[in-house]
């Protein structure tokens, strides 16, 4: 009950601040859509208004099924990453769902300022971003470092198993060397 | 002969139940909001606010508030459903409806207030987005057919809520019932000076269908996907259900 009250709310909270996202669904108002999340479905009916209404549903007209490749590159690629779900059904609704959910756009500092008032908010979403940029540039950096080094000095660093062969083919090699030392001596030579 | 009812623990003729209820609404009805607050430590806010939570409500929409009482759900519902929407609040005790009326008027709302029976509702069929009934059908004669009647009023698609006391989880039952039979009284005495109908309180909870005899009900009565949470260890239960 929980998960789809939040669901619905979360929705229709970002529909609302993306200026013609409820209005592109209007024309598919009464059309059903789940959200197949695997061990829960949120169904949801498009009302009159375009917003999302939770429903009780048979069948929906749309399914959408996040899968693991969407979860995984969500962080890194945004709402690009919405292609990797799962979509069935009416292609005309599944166009605009996803034309929609690329459009929408969580205006934080509109939220922000109902609690603390517009020049805080204004501050506090400023240095959420900063914090955000920052922590992104740390995380780029990080990678790029951590490529720079597979790439140009992972092979320059003997490996623990070449160190390993190599000192047992030293050991190899000075055995034969004691070897042919004792023939040599037996030969007289 | 008239078939018989429970009010509390006692038994009493049907006919005889919605005045008897009625006279425990009439003489709480000044201390209502002030004994919620002290018997639930507050809590009944959390609880009311996660029912509104629930009902999904936008603005435009109708909303039938059933045994509104001092209107606090209908003041949380008008923020949703803003000035292009509708909540109706109703009651069937007039002192009830009267301190919510009130109420509003005081906060410069005038929602529609209606005192009607919330086995009769005088309302269109198919006509509002949401009902919600929070400890009022523990209340009614014939529950069955409140929730039919709610059913009713509801759009296809709408939703009930039924915010109502229900079965403590079982390990906390003997410190409820301490609370409920020792305590509860002694407070309405205290605040109210009324000892008897928060006896009538506690007993009436008891004899409220648990949170699956609930569901079954609201399935029975048409509702589909009938899901329940339960708020404070189940001493109060959310359910919900939807009109196909």
């Not at chain 1, 919405?82 to 034309?99: E, F, V």
């Not at chain 1, 190599?166 to 030392?181: G, H, S």
Request: hydrophobic share 45%; glycine share 8%.
């Amino acid at each position: 009950m929980i998960a789809e009250g939040l669901a619905e709310k979360g929705l229709n909270h970002l529909l609302r601040q993306s200026p013609g996202a409820a209005e592109a669904l209007v024309r598919h108002s009464g059309q059903s859509v789940r959200l197949d999340l695997g061990v829960r479905q949120l169904d949801f009916r498009i009302a009159a208004d375009g917003y999302f209404s939770e429903a009780a549903i048979d069948v929906p007209d749309a399914t959408i099924r996040p899968t693991t490749r969407l979860f995984t590159r969500l962080p890194f690629f945004g709402k690009s990453a919405l292609r990797d779900a799962d979509y069935q059904g009416d292609p005309a609704l599944l166009a605009t769902l996803d034309r929609v959910f690329k459009q929408l756009a969580w205006d934080v500092e509109a939220d922000l300022a109902q609690w603390v008032g517009d020049a805080a908010a204004h501050r506090l979403h400023d240095f959420g971003q900063t914090a955000l940029a920052q922590l992104g540039g740390a995380w780029r950096a990080l990678g790029r470092n951590a490529s720079e080094y597979m790439v140009e000095e992972a092979d320059m660093m003997a490996r623990r198993v070449d160190v390993a062969r190599f000192n047992a083919e030293v050991d190899e090699l000075a055995d034969a060397a004691a070897r042919l030392e004792a023939r040599l001596n037996r030969l007289g030579l | 002969m008239d078939k018989t009812t429970h009010f509390g623990y006692q038994q009493v003729a049907e006919s005889e139940k919605a005045a008897k209820v009625a006279d425990v609404f009439h003489s709480v009805a000044a201390k209502y909001d002030v004994m919620n607050d002290l018997m639930s430590a507050g809590l009944h806010r959390l609880w009311k606010r996660f029912t509104v939570a629930q009902a999904g409500l936008r603005p435009g929409m109708k909303v039938l508030d059933v045994a509104g009482g001092t209107a606090d759900l209908t003041r949380l519902f008008l923020k949703e459903v803003g000035d292009t929407g509708t909540v109706v609040l109703t009651d069937i005790n007039h002192s009830m409806l009267s301190e919510g009326r009130d109420r509003m008027l005081n906060e410069g709302k005038t929602p529609p207030t209606v005192q009607c029976d919330g086995e009769k509702l005088p309302f269109p069929d198919n006509y509002f987005d949401a009902v919600c009934v929070a400890f009022g059908l523990r209340n009614m004669t014939h529950k069955d057919q409140a929730l039919a009647e709610m059913n009713r009023v509801l759009k296809p698609g709408g939703r009930l809520l039924v915010l109502e006391f229900s079965k403590v989880w079982k390990p906390l039952e003997p410190a409820y019932d301490l609370y409920s039979f020792k305590l509860l009284p002694f407070m309405g005495k205290l605040v109210a000076n009324d000892p008897g109908s928060y006896q009538y309180l506690a007993e009436s909870i008891r004899m409220h269908p648990g949170q699956e005899e609930l569901k079954t009900m609201m399935e029975t009565a048409g509702f589909a996907k009938v899901r329940y949470h339960n708020l404070t260890a189940g001493v109060v239960a959310l359910h919900r259900g939807f009109k196909l």
